[in-house]
């Protein structure tokens, strides 16, 4: 089940890359060979940016690969690093509840209720933030998992 959520999880990243980096193609071209860009291409580019960024932290939390500071680490026992890699993944977890996915839901119901649209592309704004208790779903799936293989 993980490698095909890794698999899916992947493949969009890529697609939303290509989109983005067609989007930006077609913005720079517009620009410069019409003299106008055009009124979307530049909030779609910062929309897709912002899920790249956030669905890319999720993928590489699920792929071990984050940002990681490792110098207490190699100091330790192998029990010892353990149990420090369960308490850091019951942190990451705590994280990905309360801020991303409570958070993120809270956010998404304010949105909708005031009815929020992107200016350019008239979007609904909670269709954009949803990427992030998605991410935070993908976070806590990740993680429960990691603390399961631990165990």
Same mark, same amino acid.
């Given at each position: 089940?993980?490698? /095909? ?58 792929? /071990? ?9 190699? /100091? ?66 990740? /993680? ?8």
């Amino acid at each position: 089940m993980r490698a /095909k959520i890794d698999n899916i999880l992947g493949y969009f990243l890529v697609l939303l890359m290509a989109v983005m980096t067609i989007d930006v193609l077609l913005g720079v071209v517009t620009r410069y060979v019409l003299g106008s860009q055009l009124s979307w291409s530049e909030e779609l580019a910062r929309f897709l940016l912002m899920w790249i960024g956030i669905l890319g932290a999720a993928y590489a939390s699920g792929q /071990k690969k984050h940002l990681a500071i490792e110098l207490l680490q190699t /100091k330790l026992s192998a029990t010892q690093q353990k149990n420090l890699d369960i308490f850091i993944n019951l942190i990451v977890i705590s994280f990905a509840v309360t801020v991303m996915i409570i958070g993120g839901l809270r956010l998404i119901y304010i949105t909708q209720t005031l009815g929020q649209l992107s200016p350019a592309l008239r979007v609904p704004m909670a269709f954009i933030y949803a990427v992030v208790p998605l991410s935070g779903l993908l976070i806590l799936y990740y /993680k429960t998992y990691d603390l399961l293989q631990e165990a």
